[in-house]
């Protein structure tokens, strides 16, 4: 009996301390599970916090992002340049937006620029992000101001003016080859050097005049866009072309009347005209055209104008130019002819005697002195017989229309001797500095 009362409390002390076992072992696992719940739910909120953590880095990525946009970094630049017949809006169908935002854009640009006067070849650059979106568009207008369209959030427009930085550059170079490559090779901006023969297409023929050591002087005025470092070249102020010692030479010069225009030293105009009449003091006898010759007594084409004066009157260069012939022809006697460009030409018939130094190829410089009133060759007194030849053509020298050029006189005379020294002096500077 006492076994079996033994038995009992010993299996019950069993189930018990297993019941005791099993509680305390589930309570330990619990308070695991729990734990681990807790270090899950800690761990979401980790988790969690990087994820606010990633948010904020996020947004100040965008942050840094908007920060860049803003000094034009990370984003691409499309350019686009604007070709005949191109819009605006055809433009913007080359970008994925919507109508309604083109009509938008189209809209506020409108608004502060006429988008009629975009110009052929004119530069509009996109703006593009990483999500291939526009973020801007600029485009310059006539080099005055920058128009900016802001597509970021709303699409605004607006305009900045150009900050120009104004400078003077000089150069000095001697022709091996030709003015214009020789110019390039020298640094001369290509806009100068259009100028620059443009400036000289009076005075001398480009293909053939241009000799090896000629030498070339220029200085010219340019601005640089802040913006964009865009450089426009604008103006000569000094130029000069010395072949051997004939110097042509022009300063730049802002007239009485507002007019920006080229003298030398003497106050004579860049546009100077072929002489009418090359000598002082002449009466014309015999005009340009049909006539009966006064000694073969046909009638017969008279290629020129015929002046009478006193045999040894002096007879100047009708304008500057490379003395083409120099010598007996026919009947014309003594004869020059200067070739002025590449499209003009003068003739001096019947002379007594040439200038000392007038040779052929020899330079002349308008109103130089070539030679001298005679009767020799067909000629039925002492006179000139003077022609102009246009492009291979006789034309009539009294009916000759070529812009005049103007002498500065008196007070603007002054005014512009006092310019051209400052203007040769900062040339100097510029050179030599
Ligand atoms: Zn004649």
């Known amino acids: 009996m006492i076994s079996s009362i033994k038995f009992f409390i010993f299996t019950c002390l069993l189930f018990l301390g297993y019941y005791i076992f099993y509680v305390e072992y589930n309570n330990i696992l619990n308070t695991n599970l729990l734990k681990n719940n807790f270090q899950i739910k800690e761990k979401n909120k980790i988790v969690t916090s990087k994820k606010l953590e990633t948010n904020e880095e996020t947004l100040n990525k965008n942050y840094i992002k908007k920060e860049n946009n803003l000094i034009n970094k990370k984003l691409k630049i499309k350019k686009i340049i604007v070709s005949k017949g191109d819009t605006f809006s055809k433009i913007l169908n080359l970008f994925d937006l919507s109508d309604r935002e083109s009509f938008e854009i189209i809209n506020k640009i409108e608004s502060i620029f006429d988008l009629r006067r975009l110009n052929v070849n004119q530069h509009i650059d996109f703006y593009i992000n990483e999500t291939e979106d526009i973020e801007k568009i600029e485009f310059i207008d006539n080099l005055e101001s920058l ?19 104004f400078y003077k550059s000089s150069h000095e170079f001697t022709i091996s080859e030709s003015l214009y490559s020789d110019g390039i090779k020298n640094g001369l901006p290509q806009d100068i050097l259009i100028k620059l023969i443009k400036l000289y297409s009076f005075d001398l023929d480009f293909q053939r005049d241009i000799r090896i ?3 070339v002087e220029v200085s010219y005025d340019y601005y640089q866009i802040k913006q964009n470092e865009e450089i426009k070249y604008t103006d000569i102020n000094y130029a000069l072309i010395s072949i051997n010692d004939k110097k042509l030479e022009y300063f730049k010069f802002e007239t009485d009347e507002g007019n920006i225009d080229y003298f030398n030293r003497e106050g004579k105009n860049v546009k100077k005209s072929i002489l009418k009449t090359p000598l002082d003091g002449a009466r014309l006898s015999s005009n340009f055209g049909m006539r009966k010759h006064p000694i073969s007594g046909y009638n017969k084409m008279h290629k020129g104008v015929d002046f009478a004066a006193p045999t040894g009157t002096p007879v100047y260069a009708g304008g500057n130019g490379i003395i083409e012939f120099v010598g007996n022809n026919g009947g014309y006697g003594k004869y020059i002819r200067i070739r002025h460009n590449n499209e003009y030409k003068t003739a001096y018939a ?14 002349v410089i308008q109103g130089d002195i070539i030679g001298f009133v005679g009767n020799t060759g067909n000629s039925t ?19 000759l229309k070529l812009p005049s050029g103007r002498v500065l006189e008196g ?9 051209f020294k400052i203007i040769y002096a900062n040339h100097l500077n510029l050179l030599y500095e």
């Open 411 to 419: 007070n603007e005379f002054e005014r512009f001797k006092n310019e």
């Open 213 to 215: 050591n000629t030498n």
């Open 350 to 363: 019947h002379l007594s005697s040439y200038k000392k130094g007038i040779t052929k190829g020899a330079r």
């Open 381 to 399: 007194g002492p006179h000139l017989h003077y022609e102009i030849i246009y492009q291979g053509k006789h034309i009539n020298p009294l009916k």
């Open 147 to 165: 128009i900016v369209v802001d597509l970021n959030d709303t699409i605004s427009v607006k305009k900045i003016q150009l900050e120009k930085l």
